[in-house]
């Protein structure tokens, strides 16, 4: 029988600064920023446009990923900072956070280097396209509620907290596909696809999914193919790659941001009106059997198979809501634990009106208060729990934990 859990379909090494509003004040400064410069969507041709991208995503609490010049833009301005070397991409985060359950995963990466090697878990197979070692590294920027940094006429203050992306990264550019990936597909039980979002050439993305679809023949008709979404360098690309895999995802995935960046409107997250509305319009543009939004407060799956995945989801829950608490230190023992966690009453209060008004299953965060969480990666550490409740998943295993938190949400239908 398939168990696999392939994962991709490309990793980075990410520079994850420590936040420091006194150098970000201080950088304002030197670069004369004002309240009136901060735009989003400033072309980061240098540092000082990097520096009003933070500021401006800053001022609004949102998050996202953009484009940058050159990686060297993001070498001088992670060089201001306190600086942790990790791991990152969807399918490398997720692969981690199964490691640390117990669940090994093939990991399909397009780019290598000693980092990569010294990083990536033992339990982790690998097939690659990179043929020689490249470091373009992402810039990791996670700014906390209520930072607030001096600008040259005033201050700007986060309203919530929010992580930023920024990189320059060839490989994921260009998105090569291993040949042997179809061969570990098909023995695979699930596939996660994401990395898209970083291409930038029509007609190159156009051959990679090509590439994808022909691996994708080898998988066995009952593997799940999970795809989850994230911020499109060219917002245009989205609907393609829809448009080449819809036929083949049975469950799409997205954070908040995505969702009211597709949208076009904010959506207050703790209106039940608000939420249900904004899920089914998305729904209608993205007709998925099961499209899943997740963020700090619920997670909900909404189509005709949403039902199949209330475990699934309470899995990622669960295992975002530990790393939140414990770090990449987490263990599979530890779920249980944050399972007798408190549930955010405003969350189960848009998970039931929702479930009323559409065909949907879905869990409330836990309420998780420790002095230093973890807060990057955490939709991704969301990927790897939702997987690790595929049947061939939660066999393989090796703690009794997750098993234990599946059975009683079935237990509980």
């Known amino acids: 029988m398939a168990h696999d859990l392939v994962l991709g379909l490309g990793g980075t090494v990410d520079y994850e600064i420590r936040w420091d509003a006194d150098v970000l004040s201080a950088l304002a400064e030197d670069y004369g920023i004002r309240r009136d410069d901060l735009v989003t969507t400033t072309p980061i041709i240098d540092e000082r446009a990097l520096v009003v991208t933070v500021l401006a995503f800053l001022a609004t609490g949102g998050g996202g990923e953009r484009f940058v010049l050159s990686s060297e833009i993001v070498e001088r301005f992670a060089a201001h900072f306190d600086v942790e070397i990790t791991l990152g991409g969807t399918g490398v985060r997720a692969g981690i956070a199964l490691d640390r359950i117990g669940v090994p995963t093939v990991q399909h990466l397009v780019s290598i280097d000693d980092n990569v090697r010294r990083l990536l878990p033992a339990s982790m197979r690998v097939v690659s396209s990179a ?43 260009e998105m090569a596909i291993a040949p042997g990936l179809g061969d570990a597909l098909a023995e695979a039980a699930a596939f996660l ?3 898209f ?30 795809y989850e979404d994230a911020g499109f360098y060219e917002r245009s ?26 949208l076009g409107r904010p959506v207050d997250l703790l209106s039940p009106d608000d939420v249900a509305a904004a899920l089914a319009d998305v729904h ?26 209330r475990a699934a989801l309470e899995s990622a829950t669960r295992t975002a809501a530990t790393r ?10 530890d779920l249980d634990e944050t399972a007798r966690l408190p549930r955010h009453a405003g969350g189960a209060a848009v998970v039931a009106a929702v479930a009323q008004r559409m065909p949907a299953s879905g869990v409330p965060a836990y309420i998780v208060d420790v002095a ?42």
């Open 372 to 413: 230093r969480p973890t807060t990057i990666g955490l939709g991704d550490t969301f990927v790897g729990g939702f997987l690790a409740a595929v049947p061939a998943a939660a066999r393989l295993t090796t703690a009794a934990a997750l098993n234990r938190a599946l059975d009683a949400v079935t237990a509980a239908e």
């Open 237 to 262: 690309f989205a609907g393609l790659v829809r448009t080449r895999l819809m036929d083949r995802i049975d469950v799409y995935g997205m954070n908040e941001d995505e969702l009211q960046e597709y």
């Open 131 to 173: 043929t020689r070692d490249t470091l373009d590294p992402h810039l990791i920027v996670q700014y906390p509620e209520g930072a607030s940094v001096r600008l040259v006429d005033g201050e700007v203050v986060a309203p919530a907290s929010n992580r930023l992306i920024f990189a320059n990264d060839a490989p994921n550019r």
């Open 197 to 226: 979002n970083t291409m930038q050439d029509a007609a190159l993305l156009d051959r990679r999914l090509h590439d994808v679809r022909a691996a994708m023949r080898r998988l066995p008709d009952s593997a799940l193919v999970y």
């Open 284 to 309: 209608a543009l993205i007709p998925a059997p099961a499209l899943v939004v997740h963020t700090k407060f619920w997670a909900v799956a909404v189509g005709p198979e949403a039902g199949r995945h």
């Open 324 to 333: 939140y608490r414990l770090g990449d230190d987490c263990r599979a023992d």
């Open 193 to 195: 696809v994401s990395g």
